[in-house]
């Protein structure tokens, strides 16, 4: 079982709507991550969250706009996205520290479709 | 070049034989390495990480690790069909990025 957790695990959205995938994860980590993996493809970092901030965004487009309320919530809010957007969308969380790198975890993931 | 270079495969083994699964990474900053499974339609699964130089070993699984030649990889002792996925390799560049290969399909005939 899976201790990250991401909701809904399907989404369907016309390219006016506005939606948010939610992410949770109950392992104490203070780094979270959003993903995106278009199929046959790796995935592909979007955003790092470590003590709640955000440390890095890969150039995404700001039609992705990322939160963190709390330790173990991430969220991600989508609004005027492309039929090119359509992916599956993966949370993922570790600890955070050193120079490394620590293990990731990733979440079941959300099919996004954009119509 | 890539930074992270996997053979796409497929790799066929059969049931029972060793499947060796490899991987180069380019950039000598590397110091963690992670190796995933992920079933189609799935999201990847954490299954091995690996920080110095040398054997890691868990289960039918073993990571084996040589900065020097920037080579990294996962041997599966004792295949079984369940163990037909796509596996990824995960360098971290730095702090908690990863960066991953593309992957390699994996199928176990049995």
């Known amino acids: 079982d899976t201790e990250v957790t991401q909701t809904p695990k399907h989404l369907v959205m016309g390219m006016t709507n506005k939606k948010s995938l939610k992410c949770e994860q109950h392992?104490?980590?203070?780094?979270m991550y959003w993903y995106k993996q278009k199929a046959k493809k790796p995935p592909e970092l979007m955003f790092v969250?470590?003590?709640?901030?955000?440390?890095i965004n890969e150039s995404v487009p700001s039609r992705f706009s990322p939160e963190c309320p709390n330790s173990s919530l991430l969220n991600l809010h989508l609004h005027a996205l492309q039929p090119e957007d359509s992916a599956l969308y993966l949370c993922a969380s570790s600890q955070v520290g050193g120079q490394g790198g620590y293990e990731q975890y990733f979440g079941p993931g959300t099919r996004l479709t954009v119509t | 070049q890539k930074e992270v270079e996997q053979n796409s495969g497929p790799l066929s083994v059969p049931e029972g034989a060793i499947a060796s699964l490899n991987c180069t990474y380019s950039d000598r900053g590397s110091q963690s390495f992670f190796w995933y499974r992920q079933y189609s339609g799935k999201s990847p699964e954490l299954i091995m990480s690996i920080y110095s130089n040398g054997d890691k070993e868990d289960g039918r699984f073993t990571a084996q690790l040589n900065k020097a030649s920037q080579y990294v990889s996962l041997l599966i002792r004792d295949s079984q069909p369940s163990d037909s996925a796509t596996y990824l390799c995960?360098?971290?560049?730095?702090?908690?990025?990863?960066?991953f290969g593309a992957g390699t399909i994996l199928r176990v005939k049995s």
């Open positions: 969250y470590s003590y709640e901030k955000l440390s």
């Open positions: 995960a360098p971290s560049l730095y702090g908690n990025k990863l960066v």
């Open positions: 392992m104490g980590h203070r780094a």
